[in-house]
T-cell receptor, first 113, second 112 residues
Framework: DAGVTQSPTHLIKTRGQHVTLRCSPISGHKSVSWYQQVLGQGPQFIFQ???????GRGNFPDRFSARQFPNYSSELNVNALLLGDSALYLCASSSTGAGNTIYFGEGSWLTVV | DAKTTQPPSMDCAEGRAANLPCNHSTISGNEYVYWYRQIHSQGPQYIIHGLKNNETNEMASLIITEDRKSSTLILPHATLRDTAVYYCIVRAPQGGSEKLVFGKGTKLTVNP
């Protein structure tokens, strides 16, 4: 079975531009979360979506938004890109239930110049 | 903030057991202990998790103390490919939240 898949794997954007990152969860998983990992730090939680509804939001500005589609895939959108948005963006998926396992994709590397 | 404390780095000889400690003294009764690892430039890889009892799978063993205030991840026969940053995470199964709070982890280096 395919794991969590993310696209694109690498991209370069200019300050002020907009970016859309995409994620397909593991088949059967209805929950998708997004994380940002800047160089040298652990991943930081941005959003969680379950059944197309936002279940959690981290401490990120309103420039960051996300949505989940009926097939449970998800998009992360970042507007008005700043140099500090350069990071590895990770998507994770899981089934529901206490003690469930959360699986991560390989991430999308975003460089803002 | 992360609810766990881990040593910043550890070394291990190839073929020997790697024992990675984690302190989580404020853990609550319904919180699980999860371990992930991250090899440079890749997404975090799930290793193992547990609530109270010790757990073992094909990758590792997780030993949780009786008071649940600390745990140890054991890689029984470390290889060079086990060199990675290992994260210990405490997570509460609350309201469907899937949030994981990562700390700085332990950088494990396996030496030939």
């Amino acid at each position: 079975d395919a794991g969590v898949t993310q696209s694109p794997t690498h991209l370069i954007k200019t300050r002020g531009q907009h970016v859309t990152l995409r994620c397909s969860p593991i088949s059967g998983h209805k929950s998708v979360s997004w994380y940002q990992q800047v160089l040298g730090q652990g991943p930081q939680f941005i959003f969680q979506y379950y059944e197309k509804e936002e279940r959690g939001r981290g401490n990120f500005p309103d420039r960051f938004s996300a949505r989940q589609f009926p097939n449970y895939s998800s998009e992360l959108n970042v507007n008005a890109l700043l140099l500090g948005d350069s990071a590895l963006y990770l998507c994770a998926s899981s089934s529901t239930g206490a003690g469930n396992t959360i699986y991560f994709g390989e991430g999308s590397w975003l460089t803002v110049v | 903030d992360a609810k766990t404390t881990q040593p910043p780095s550890m070394d291990c000889a190839e073929g020997r057991a790697a024992n990675l400690p984690c302190n989580h003294s404020t853990i609550s009764g319904n919180e699980y202990v999860y371990w992930y690892r991250q090899i440079h430039s890749q997404g975090p890889q799930y290793i193992i998790h547990g609530l109270k009892n010790n757990e073992t799978n094909e990758m590792a063993s997780l030993i949780i103390t009786e008071d649940r205030k600390s745990s140890t991840l054991i890689l029984p026969h470390a290889t060079l490919r086990d060199t990675a940053v290992y994260y210990c995470i405490v997570r509460a199964p609350q309201g469907g939240s899937e949030k994981l709070v990562f700390g700085k982890g332990t950088k494990l280096t396996v030496n030939p």
